[in-house]
């Protein structure tokens, strides 16, 4: 039988059909694993499940020469905390969970859009601490987003669908960079280059995968093209916005706001930006919903299923 570590408790469900199909292990801790755990889970299991900040690193895979592990199989889309091309070169295949995840963090970034816009965070401190005088027609006056215009950095997935939300919902005007051009279900210009689309947009919404190639994509350059009035919302990762270049902009109100469900050192979150009005901060609950948690575990076990009865890995990255 399958030996399968999962690094952190998952939903009843999920746990029950793990231990049911497979000699499981569940890690009681919600922390990332240690250098110690990992190279354990390597030596130990035949599939692993690690999840954001278990960051299986080439020098992890080098301590660990002939390992038992044959599938990571990844909870979450995003998976720039594996290095991918050292675990192919152990013999470890990597899937993660693509789709499960889509409509949720689309979600999320239109609630931090219309957060950051109409200045709910800051209107909730207010009531929360006795500070509200009442209603007046003047009183946190913030933006409209319907009809306003909308920047994509990232048409994959999640990027699609807060661009769908954006147009038939608010009828937002889409613009958006990529790699490549997009066919879509919805009128959307591709802008040359970001600084252009930061230029042009009443807010920017992050959407690409992490990893070098996109840390601090979004730094004091794009910022600083970015209208005063605009908003940036990040739920992609963290270290994709240059943090210490987004304080500034906010401090300097050089763009009015941001909402973040993701930070670059998280769980850390800088003073500096908790102290800021400007800001909705959010602990990455992007997928927080218990079925779309439960359909990425699912998602988790059908790639160790596939691995047990050697077919085909539904879900290779």
Wanted: aromatic share 4%; charged share 20%; hydrophobic share 50%.
């Amino acid at each position: 039988m399958i030996r399968l570590l999962l690094s952190r408790p998952l939903p009843a469900a999920v746990e029950d059909r793990a231990r049911a199909e497979f000699d499981t292990e569940i890690r009681a801790l919600n922390t990332p694993m240690s250098a110690d755990e990992m190279r354990r889970a390597l030596a130990e299991f035949d599939a692993v499940m690690p999840t954001l900040g278990d960051a299986f690193s080439a020098e992890v895979f080098g301590h660990v020469p002939r390992p038992r592990c044959r599938l990571l199989a990844n909870f979450g889309v995003g998976y720039d905390h594996i290095d991918v091309d050292a675990a192919r070169s152990a013999g470890i295949a990597v899937t993660n969970t693509p789709g499960a995840v889509t409509d949720a963090t689309a979600d999320i970034a239109m609630m931090l859009m219309l957060m950051s816009a109409r200045r709910a965070g800051e209107g909730e401190r207010l009531v929360r601490a006795g500070g509200w005088a009442g209603w007046h027609p003047t009183q946190m006056l913030g933006m409209h987003l319907t009809d306003r215009t909308v920047g994509i950095v990232g048409m994959g997935r999640i990027g699609q669908a807060v661009a769908r939300r954006c147009h038939f919902g608010f009828a937002m005007e889409v613009r958006y960079v990529s790699r490549s051009a997009k066919t879509l279900d919805f009128p959307a210009n591709r802008e040359g280059s970001l600084t252009a689309l930061a230029a042009a947009v009443d807010v920017l919404v992050i959407a690409v995968p992490g990893g070098p190639e996109t840390r601090h994509l979004i730094d004091a350059g794009v910022l600083a093209a970015m209208q005063p009035g605009a908003h940036l919302v990040n739920v992609a990762r963290g270290d994709v916005v240059d943090e210490a270049a987004l304080i500034a902009a906010l401090e300097a109100g050089r763009i009015a706001g941001a909402g973040l469900d993701v930070y670059e050192h998280e769980p850390e979150v800088p003073a500096a930006l908790r102290a800021l009005e400007n800001v909705t901060l959010l602990p990455h609950l992007g997928t927080a919903a218990l079925d779309v948690r439960e359909g990425m575990g699912m998602m988790v076990l059908d790639n160790v299923a596939a691995l047990a009865a050697g077919q085909p890995l539904p879900n290779p990255v």
